[in-house]
């Protein structure tokens, strides 16, 4: 505690309020404890660090490279002389002092994972200004051409910044712990758009010389960098409430706008459970099918894969997911990538409640038990002891990608459960809220929740805390014998289902008017090996080839090829060339090469022509599999 009120001395204004001027933007507390160091950031924030980042920059879509300046505020001890940054293939052309004196720089070992510090010595400067541009193949950022967009006709940028990719297109200090304020001008050529993940200034853009519009953003309070965000491309807008709203191409606007018309009772419905939504607006971008993830929550300006749209809305929690970020992740924010589990756990179990509050407590709780068979399957699959089962991960296993486990998700949603259980609900809301407020726009430790927790809830019950075993929870592998388990009601009619069918019965005649939860927990609890005549039974049957939910396609076809199917290979084969999110796309791809000769062949056949449209993120988990460098 002592070390981090020294922290809190050395931040001149810590948290003071929101504006537009550099005198009165809300600057964030650092955390400087030893669990909140971040070994996958070169910054040295108790020495200087960014407040704040200026871009102004230029979208090249023929050189697939953004260009321009950044300019940092920095805040830094006492006679600190030297800044250090994170960057990955940067090419820097020069900085210099707010006056346009130029100052020296000295760019370290590049490591293939951090990428390397950039070192300038600011002397007593506390604003430098930046030239740089984007290497080529910066890993945040995928330049699409116009055959992988919906309208065919003009090119796309999309970023993804999490974990640690957005030092591949700016220079700052790219780790979670050290929040920024940001504001950017960037030039596209007409007549493309442009939005980021901040208050977007100019809908429509401004002149910006030869056939080109320049688009203005700012984010006054202060973010985690990962957070910065950028789209551009043929994109149009359509309100879906009063503080929320879609963009999306023309030819999708339809289709998403109708899957997200619950989108502004969600954000309500949030607000009800944990407090105000502080973000100004919440709107979603409805992107090419190419983003490699299912959505990812960038402030005011949440992306999302078009993957989710089934036409039923029975995928939208993963809308009330990314909306759930808004307090947890980018309110409340991991220190470091071994904590993860406090975005994503904290998050799912924040989805599931808001999932209840606008769907009821069947749907709810249908979505609960496939997440709780989720993380058994991951303990099974990690081994009940094994590290990568704890929530706080250690040592080689707190990387940034072990943040993004399933036992991250789901074990962590599941912990938070059983605290809401052993509590009550009344209590369990109330300190959560509480929470948020308090630490609102701070970085998060495990040992700081835990210490919140035990001052703000358990308050030196010892019975309580005895049954609430919450160091074994988040420092211990495997599963606490207290875990708060599914209603196993929830599935009754579909479990019956699964035996009925394993034990050579007929396929289940009542698929069709099955929730996809029912139907995800079919698939996903029959038995993984299936003899030919089995799989076409069920294909037949319940039209699995042909489904239009992805989640369902993707539950189906990694079964299938599992088995060497042959007739689901084509639907995996259009699968795979029609979208790149990396959820779908690596499992398929590890369990085709998990199938010898047989499934090695089809799957270098079809990642020689899917490689290229896909994200880097996505392209980097596969190449592992298929062994492509
Ligand atoms: N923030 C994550 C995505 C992420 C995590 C990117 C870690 C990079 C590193 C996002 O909120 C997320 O969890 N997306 C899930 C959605 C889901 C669990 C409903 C996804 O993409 O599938
Ligand atoms: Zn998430």
Same mark, same amino acid.
């Given at each position: 505690m002592r070390l981090f009120l020294a922290a809190f001395a050395l931040v001149a204004t810590a948290c003071t309020t929101a504006g537009d001027s550099p005198q009165t933007r809300m600057v964030a507390p650092i955390l400087t404890t030893a669990d909140a160091r971040d070994t996958h950031s070169y910054a040295r924030p108790e020495v200087a660090r960014v407040t704040h980042v200026d871009l102004d920059l230029a979208l090249d879509f023929d050189a697939q490279r953004v260009e321009g300046t950044a300019a940092l505020d920095i805040l830094a001890a006492p006679g600190a002389q030297e800044i250090v940054l994170d960057s990955k293939g940067l090419e820097i052309a020069g900085v210099t002092d707010a006056n346009g004196r130029a100052l020296p720089l000295v760019v370290g070992a590049e490591d293939p994972a951090k990428g390397a510090p950039v070192t300038i010595r600011m002397g007593d400067a506390r604003r430098i200004i930046i030239r740089y541009r984007s290497g080529p193949g910066a890993a945040a950022l995928q330049w699409l051409t116009p055959q992988q967009t919906a309208g065919g006709r003009h090119p796309y940028l &999309?970023?993804? $910044? @999490?974990?640690? %990719?957005?030092?591949?297109?700016?220079?700052? @200090?790219?780790?979670?712990?050290?929040? @920024?304020?940001?504001?950017?001008?960037?030039?596209?050529?007409?007549p493309l758009k442009v939005v980021m993940s901040g208050d977007r200034l100019t809908p429509d853009g401004e002149p910006a010389g030869a056939g080109r519009r320049a688009y203005r953003f700012a984010m006054n309070q202060p973010v985690a960098p990962y957070l910065i965000a950028i789209a551009a491309g043929d994109i149009a807008f359509r309100p879906l409430g009063p503080r929320t709203g879609v963009w999306t191409e023309p030819a999708m606007m339809d289709r998403a706008a109708a899957e997200l018309a619950d989108t502004e009772r969600m954000v309500e419905a949030a607000e009800a459970l944990?407090?105000?939504?502080?973000?100004?607006?919440?709107?979603?971008?409805? +992107?090419?099918?190419?983003?490699?993830? *299912? $959505?990812?929550?960038?402030?005011?300006?949440?992306?999302?894969?078009?993957?989710?749209?089934? $036409?039923?809305?029975? +995928?939208? *929690? %993963?809308?009330?997911?990314?909306? =759930?970020?808004?307090?947890?992740?980018? &309110? /409340?924010?991991?220190?470091?990538?071994?904590?993860?589990w406090l975005n994503e756990g904290f998050t799912s179990y924040f989805e599931n409640r808001i999932m209840e509050a606008i769907y009821g407590p069947r749907r709810a709780s249908q979505e609960a038990a496939l997440s709780f068979d989720d993380m058994m399957s991951a303990l099974n699959e990690e081994g009940m002891t094994g590290s990568t089962t704890r929530l706080n991960l250690t040592g080689a296993d707190g990387t940034p990608e072990g943040g993004a486990s399933g036992i991250v998700y789901d074990k962590g949603a599941v912990f938070l459960r059983t605290l809401e259980r052993i509590v009550g609900r009344e209590r369990w809301d109330a300190y959560l809220r509480s929470y948020f407020d308090r630490h609102a726009f701070q970085p998060m430790t495990s040992a700081r929740f835990l210490a919140d927790l035990r001052a703000n809830l358990v308050q030196g019950d010892a019975a309580l805390e005895q049954r609430l075993m919450l160091d074994q929870w988040v420092y211990q592998p495997g599963l606490p014998s207290n875990v708060a388990r599914p209603d196993p009601a929830a599935f009754a009619e579909v479990d019956q289902a699964v035996a009925a069918f394993a034990g050579g019965g007929a396929a289940p005649a009542a698929?069709?008017?099955?929730?996809?939860?029912?139907?995800?927990?079919?698939?996903?609890?029959?038995?993984?090996? %299936?003899? @030919?005549?089995?799989?076409?039974? &069920?294909?037949? =049957?319940?039209? &699995?080839?042909? =489904?239009?939910?992805?989640? /369902?396609?993707?539950?189906?076809?990694?079964?299938?090829? =599992?088995?060497?199917?042959?007739?689901? /290979?084509?639907?995996?084969?259009?699968?795979?060339a029609a979208m790149g999110r990396r959820k779908f796309v690596l499992p398929l791809f590890q369990t085709l090469w998990g199938e010898g000769e047989w499934g090695r062949a089809i799957a270098r056949r079809v990642y020689t022509q899917t490689r290229p449209t896909y994200h880097s993120v996505t392209t980097g988990s596969v190449d592992r599999v298929l062994g492509v460098q």
């Open positions: &999309l970023s993804q $910044g @999490q974990p640690t %990719l957005n030092r591949t297109w700016i220079p700052t @200090q790219d780790s979670p712990g050290i929040r @920024q304020t940001w504001t950017a001008r960037i030039t596209a050529p007409e944990y407090g105000p939504y502080r973000w100004g607006r919440y709107d979603v971008i409805v +992107l090419p099918p190419s983003f490699p993830y *299912g $959505g990812m929550e960038n402030p005011t300006l949440t992306f999302l894969t078009p993957t989710f749209i089934a $036409g039923d809305k029975s +995928l939208v *929690g %993963l809308v009330a997911h990314e909306l =759930a970020h808004s307090w947890s992740g980018n &309110l /409340v924010t991991n220190a470091t990538w071994a904590d993860g698929f069709g008017r099955w929730t996809t939860a029912e139907r995800l927990r079919f698939l996903n609890r029959l038995p993984r090996e %299936l003899a @030919q005549p089995r799989l076409a039974a &069920l294909d037949s =049957a319940l039209a &699995l080839n042909t =489904a239009g939910n992805n989640e /369902v396609l993707f539950a189906w076809l990694n079964l299938a090829l =599992a088995n060497r199917y042959e007739p689901a /290979v084509a639907p995996a084969e259009r699968f795979l």
